[in-house]
């Protein structure tokens, strides 16, 4: 279980930077922060129904943003 810790910082690592490439890429596209909240809470949705591709909400809301 040595390697616990490890796994834990990886990947909240990880969410941080899908939070932040997010964040950043709404900004520029000039998308507002409630607009964004909204794309952010259907691609939850989304994944909880099971009709995403992906298991990540901002991996998935990021794709909407670039399309």
């Known amino acids: 279980m ?3 810790h490890d796994l834990v910082a990886v990947q909240v690592e990880r ?4 939070e932040t490439e ?3 890429l709404a900004a520029e596209s ?7 909240n909204h794309l952010l809470k259907f691609a939850v949705q989304r ?3 099971g009709t995403a591709s992906t ?9 909407w943003i670039r399309s």
């Open 15 to 18: 969410a941080w930077r899908a």
């Open 47 to 49: 994944i909880a129904e």
């Open 55 to 63: 298991m990540d909400p901002y991996a998935l809301a990021t794709s």
């Open 2 to 4: 040595d390697y616990l």
């Open 30 to 36: 000039g998308i507002s922060a409630d607009h964004a």
């Open 22 to 24: 997010f964040e950043r």
